[in-house]
């Protein structure tokens, strides 16, 4: 009897270790960071991006369509954070190293490097994440949130809002932030 308790006890161990990721999501990150003076929050829809539906062509408005949201996380980097930016990069490059994210592409540029990733299948992408950063600037992560939305569609998508003139005014910081 006592061997029962004891393997039960074991097993149970186990289940409670391997059952406990101890990985924060990017979800989480997001929440626990809202309110931390250093980063710039903002929940905003898809409609912010002043695309006109009449502009965009059949496969960029599929993909437009299938967007719900989009959060932006940026973290604002000073002379006075400097520890805190490379503590807080260093937890987003944890997360993002999750098997669950693909990457769709990196990013490499004059104002610095990042990387799009995606949970979903293939052609059923659910969350598209692209974090960039800069050592001067800082850091920022947006989550396009839709519902199964295609990564070829996506990028086609992309290229719309690249042209398009978001309102720098309606995104407050973070639009200056990504301006700037």
Do not use: W
Request: proline content about 2%; some cysteine; overall charge negative.
């Amino acid at each position: 009897m006592k061997k029962l308790v004891v393997a039960t006890l074991v097993l149970f161990g186990i289940v409670l270790v391997t059952g406990c990721n101890s990985t924060q999501s990017l979800q989480e990150y997001y929440i626990d960071n809202s309110e931390n003076p250093n980063f710039i929050s903002l929940d905003v829809p898809t409609s912010i991006l002043n695309l006109q539906e009449s502009d965009l062509d059949e496969t960029q408005l599929k993909a437009y369509q299938s967007l719900r949201k989009l959060n932006l996380l940026a973290f604002k980097k000073t002379t006075d954070n400097a520890a805190e930016y490379t503590a807080e990069k260093a937890k987003v490059s944890a997360i993002l190293k999750d098997k669950d994210y693909k990457e769709l592409m990196k990013l490499n540029s004059e104002y610095g490097k990042g990387v799009i990733k995606y949970l979903g299948e293939d052609d059923a992408i659910d969350e598209v994440v692209i974090y960039g950063s800069s050592d001067d600037k800082g850091f920022a992560l947006i989550r396009v949130l839709g519902d199964d939305m295609n990564p070829a569609h996506i990028m086609q998508l992309m290229q719309a809002i690249q042209k398009a003139d978001y309102d720098e005014e309606a995104l407050g910081e973070i639009g200056k932030f990504l301006k700037g």
